[in-house]
Every structure is written in C-alpha cells, then in structure tokens.
C-alpha cells in the first residue's frame, strides 16, 4: 500500500458526476488532466479500463503494468501501460491502498459457473462495458470498438489477495466511504467504467452502491 492524499479541491473540477449502482460511464481525459474515482458508500468495485484514445488497438494490459512494477497490486506510483508499453495514467494519490487487475469484470458466463446457472441472466460489468463503448465514436484510424476489444482491466476498491499457492480470493472490501484514487493521464485516454452490480461475491458487500468521477484540468 501507498497512501497519498491529493490536493485537489473538488469544487476545482472541470467534471464532476455520480455513477448510479450498477450503471457505466465512457469519457476521454486529456493528457495532462487528473481523474479521481470515489467509492461514496465504501466497498463499490468499479470496474475499469483504459484505451489510447487516438488508437483503440493499444489498449491497457494488466501483465505489462505488473510486470513493470513487480506486483500484483495497484496504487500510488502505479503506471497503468498498455499492451505496447505506452504509459496511459500513472496513480498519484490513493486513500484505499489495494485495487485489483487480476481477478476481471464479472460476466454472465463466469456469475453462472462460479455460482449457480441460475445466476446466468444476472446484469454484468461485460455487459456494461459493451454497452459504453458500442456508443463511442471511431478512432482517428476509423476504428470502432467491439466486444473483441474487452480485454483487462482494473477493479478500483476491489480486495482479490493472491495466497500462496498462486489462487485468487474474493474477499470483503477494505475502502470506506470517500475512499478515493487519483492519476494523471500521461496521454489521452478513453476511460470505460462499470460501477459494478455483482450481487453473488462480498466484491461490494452484496449491495451495488454509487461512485463520483471528477476530472481536473492539467496545471
């Protein structure tokens, strides 16, 4: 862990909004601008990832991000890198200290074979995500994004230990409410966000709940 308060006013922002429980979000954050994500109630997942906005084929990957610093978790100080090794944002302030990219955005295929089959037509962050970026416009190579381009993520607030044997375990959350984390985007990038409805692991306590997005423009 890593904790570092920020500076920034939030009557400062240039943006300033509150997701619903279990609904998404899509914008591009410019270089230089800072962009803090609050979890309002405590122990929300939200559900993230990242594209190059002027090139969606370059998109964020959790095993270079690690493999760049060496572990699992994310927070102050974490670059967040694409496939290509390009640095999209970098965490410069965070007041939760763990957030996750290994455990994924849950599915309605993976609700129904880590629960019950029944759960197989619960809403989803998959679903979410293709709902955002079905809607966004091309990129400057006339490229639009697809469900093929759903690939990894970051759980913001999200507590998946790793044990020992190399498992992963959904355990309860460690934020509290106005927990936040803030980075610095190092070149444009187009943000995706499912503020996540899991219903069947502790990921948000059983009970989806709001988070803010506010964005600052670059000093």
Same mark, same amino acid.
């Given at each position: 862990?890593?904790?570092?308060?920020?500076?920034?006013?939030?009557?400062?922002?240039?943006?300033?909004?509150?997701?619903?429980?279990?609904?998404?979000?899509?914008?591009?954050?410019?270089?230089?601008?800072?962009?803090?994500?609050?979890?309002?109630?405590?122990?929300?997942?939200?559900?993230?990832?990242?594209?190059?906005?002027?090139?969606?084929?370059?998109? =964020? #990957?959790?095993?270079?991000?690690?493999?760049?610093?060496?572990?699992? =978790?994310?927070?102050?100080?974490?670059?967040l890198l694409?496939?290509?090794?390009?640095?999209?944002?970098?965490?410069?302030?965070?007041?939760c200290?763990?957030?996750?990219?290994?455990?994924?955005?849950c599915?309605?295929?993976?609700?129904?074979?880590?629960y019950?089959?029944?759960?197989?037509?619960?809403?989803?962050?998959?679903?979410?995500?293709?709902?955002?970026?079905?809607?966004?416009?091309?990129?400057?190579?006339?490229r639009?994004?697809?469900?093929?381009?759903?690939?990894?993520?970051?759980n913001?607030?999200?507590?998946v230990?790793?044990?020992?044997?190399?498992?992963?375990?959904?355990?309860?959350?460690? #934020?509290?409410?106005?927990?936040?984390?803030?980075?610095?985007a190092?070149?444009?990038t187009?943000?995706?966000? #499912?503020n996540?409805?899991?219903?069947?692991?502790?990921?948000?306590?059983?009970?989806?709940?709001?988070?803010?997005?506010?964005i600052?423009?670059?000093?």
């Open positions: 862990m890593s904790l570092v308060e920020s500076t920034l006013e939030p009557v400062d922002a240039i943006f300033d909004m509150t997701i619903p429980a279990g609904d998404g979000w899509i914008h591009e954050v410019k270089k230089g601008q800072t962009f803090r994500i609050v979890d309002l109630e405590g122990n929300q997942a939200v559900d993230t990832f990242f594209f190059d906005a002027h090139d969606y084929a370059d998109r =964020y #990957s959790a095993v270079e991000t690690i493999c760049a610093q060496a572990n699992v =978790y994310l927070s102050t100080g974490t670059r694409t496939q290509n090794g390009h640095i999209l944002m970098t965490i410069t302030a965070d007041t200290g763990r957030h996750d990219t290994l455990g994924g955005a599915s309605q295929e993976s609700n129904m074979v880590r019950d089959i029944a759960k197989r037509y619960m809403h989803a962050c998959r679903q979410t995500f293709l709902k955002q970026i079905l809607k966004w416009k091309p990129d400057l190579n006339g639009i994004l697809e469900k093929r381009d759903i690939g990894h993520n970051v913001f607030f999200m507590n230990p790793v044990t020992p044997e190399g498992r992963l375990t959904f355990e309860d959350g460690i #934020s509290d409410p106005g927990k936040y984390v803030e980075m610095k190092d070149r444009d187009l943000v995706v966000i #499912s996540c409805p899991q219903l069947n692991n502790p990921c948000n306590a059983y009970n989806p709940t709001p988070a803010r997005v506010l600052w423009e670059a000093e």
